[in-house]
T-cell receptor, first 118, second 112 residues
Framework: DVKVTQSSRYLVKRTGEKVFLECVQDMDHENMFWYRQDPGLGLRLIYFSYDVKMKEKGDIPEGYSVSREKKERFSLILESASTNQTSMYLC?????????????????FGPGTRLTVT | GQQVMQIPQYQHVQEGEDFTTYCNSSTTLSNIQWYKQRPGGHPVFLIQLVKSGEVKKQKRLTFQFGEAKKNSSLHITATQTTDVGTYFCAGHRGSTLGRLYFGRGTQLTVWP
């Protein structure tokens, strides 16, 4: 059974702290994604990675960075947490597009980390 | 800006009524996917459509992909309380390294 796990279900941090959110997938997927979800705004892409050590900015990368040193692990880093980063953070993974038919690109989501910055 | 628009944002129906959510993209999509997120849960993949004009059914759910591959709809016949949740559409564009462009979702509430 496919699995995406996230390091914490709930997290409370103080303003200015450096925060690490970890995501691990066991499906050998090339692509990994970080989203934040806020009421009424849907899923907004922060960063994604299509290979080890590769990263691409999504729609809202400001205030965040990412790290992908191993294929199965994708970390989201809040360099200096602020209250407006209080949100639900969702990690996802998917197979790569190249060489596959178009029926294999679904994203598998982790359970999410609800981060509160006070 | 918002590249995939989804309406309505909220829908409240009585059990047994039908429900439809619509998705429109500003650009042609290579495919469209639909996800369901139950309250307190995470998005779960429902289905993917690839071909222009494609229609797929899953029991009471009917999914359509428009002829121009810019719009899609999800229709639920005779809703049940188990249909409660937020439904997201999402599409791939040809050269975007696997990222999906998500609509903001339609939150469905079903009254018993």
């Amino acid at each position: 059974d496919v699995k995406v796990t996230q390091s914490s279900r709930y997290l409370v941090k103080r303003t200015g702290e450096k925060v690490f959110l970890e995501c691990v997938q066991d499906m050998d997927h090339e692509n990994m994604f970080w989203y934040r979800q806020d009421p009424g705004l849907g899923l907004r892409l922060i960063y994604f990675s299509y290979d080890v050590k590769m990263k691409e900015k999504g729609d809202i990368p400001e205030g965040y960075s990412v790290s992908r040193e191993k294929k199965e692990r994708f970390s989201l880093i809040l360099e200096s947490a602020s209250t407006n980063q209080t949100s639900m953070y969702l990690c996802a993974s998917s197979l790569d597009l190249a060489g596959l038919d178009s029926s294999s690109y679904e994203q598998y989501f982790g359970p999410g980390t609800r981060l509160t910055v006070t | 800006g918002q590249q995939v628009m989804q309406i309505p944002q909220y829908q409240h129906v009585q059990e047994g009524e039908d429900f439809t959510t619509y998705c429109n993209s500003s650009t042609t999509l290579s495919n469209i996917q639909w996800y369901k997120q139950r309250p307190g849960g995470h998005p779960v993949f429902l289905i993917q459509l690839v071909k222009s004009g494609e229609v797929k059914k899953q029991k009471r759910l009917t999914f359509q992909f428009g002829e121009a591959k810019k719009n899609s709809s999800l229709h639920i016949t005779a809703t049940q309380t188990t249909d409660v949740g937020t439904y997201f559409c999402a599409g791939h564009r040809g050269s975007t390294l696997g990222r999906l462009y998500f609509g903001r979702g339609t939150q469905l509430t079903v009254w018993p």
